[in-house]
């Protein structure tokens, strides 16, 4: 099969179609024909490199797919071949505390597809029975792989870290990013409010409708000061934030007090300032957060299948376009997820 592979790192010319062997799968694994894969921003790290961690190289990219059964390994016999499915991307060992106190996100053993195994950006992909799921009815291929890293991502940094309560006030950073979009579904369905940031009218419009109520171009404002006149100088309880560098510092100081910041990613910059008085004074709480359960997809999906959340697709491109794909999603021309067919 012809698969993209990253064997060494640099920019988008790293992303090469090499001829792999066609997968097997072993006892409990399941082999599945890849009919759609979402790029994310861990697949840019992933290709680029990050300085003090060492990605297994040559690897398959791809953290996220959909497609249809090809193949049973032995002792797999709650699917058949030919059912759609999707891939849940965190992987765990499934037996130490953490595994089976429903934290697999914890485990140390923890890895994500296309980070620290071969991912779904080829035709075909080897995954453990506990990481197929079935394909929500009313969502096609494209859709399905939209779903389950930036989904999982934003609904335990809200809902498990943040603990969004009803009626509080959201700042979301990044409106057009695939976890920001996410972030504003999940945090209207906690009938929060929603203040959205971005740098275009046309992604802001998108995020209205979503359902941000209120929204702030960045290039033009300063949403630290519009979120004072938004407000009323009371702050807002929670910010959604992945941006990192001087958003981060700006993003604290917007918060209320014993407001809450959640953070998943620094793609501005990894290195912040810190004023520590505001933090005790304010009783404010900084919170990390990376991936989520399981077991919290599975209440995503329940939602997805009533249609309460729904993917945002921006385009669907050709396996072989890869690089174009990281191109738009690094020079931010996209609103949601770009998805890739083999």
Known sequence: MQAVVVEEHGGPEQLKLRDRPEP?????EVLVRVE???????????????????????????CDGSGVVAGLGAGVTSLAEGDRVLLAPGLSCDACVMCRSGKDHLCRRYGIFGETRDGTCAPFVIAPIRNVLPLPRN????????????????????????????????LIQAAGSGVSSAAIQIAKLWNARVIATSSTEEKLQRAR????DATIDYSKQDFQEEIKKITGKAGVHV??????????EKSLRCLGRAGRLVTCGATAGATVRLDLRPLFFKSLSVLGSTMGS???LHQILRHVAAGR????VDRVLPMKDIAEAHSLIENRKVFGKVVVRP
Request: glycine share 10%; aromatic share 8%.
């Open 24 to 28: 097997e799968p072993g006892p409990g």
């Open 36 to 62: 759609a894969c979402a790029i994310n921003h861990l697949d840019i790290w992933v290709r680029k490199g990050v300085p003090g961690h060492k990605f297994p190289l040559p690897i398959i990219p791809g």
């Open 139 to 170: 969502l096609s291929f494209e859709e399905s792989a939209a779903i389950p890293l930036v989904f999982l991502t934003a609904w335990h940094m809200l809902v498990e870290r943040a603990e969004l309560r009803e009626g509080e006030t959201v």
């Open 209 to 212: 409708e979503l359902g941000a």
């Open 239 to 248: 910010v959604f934030e992945h941006v990192g560098g001087e958003t981060f």
């Open 294 to 296: 399981r077991a919290e």
């Open 309 to 312: 959340l729904k993917p945002v």
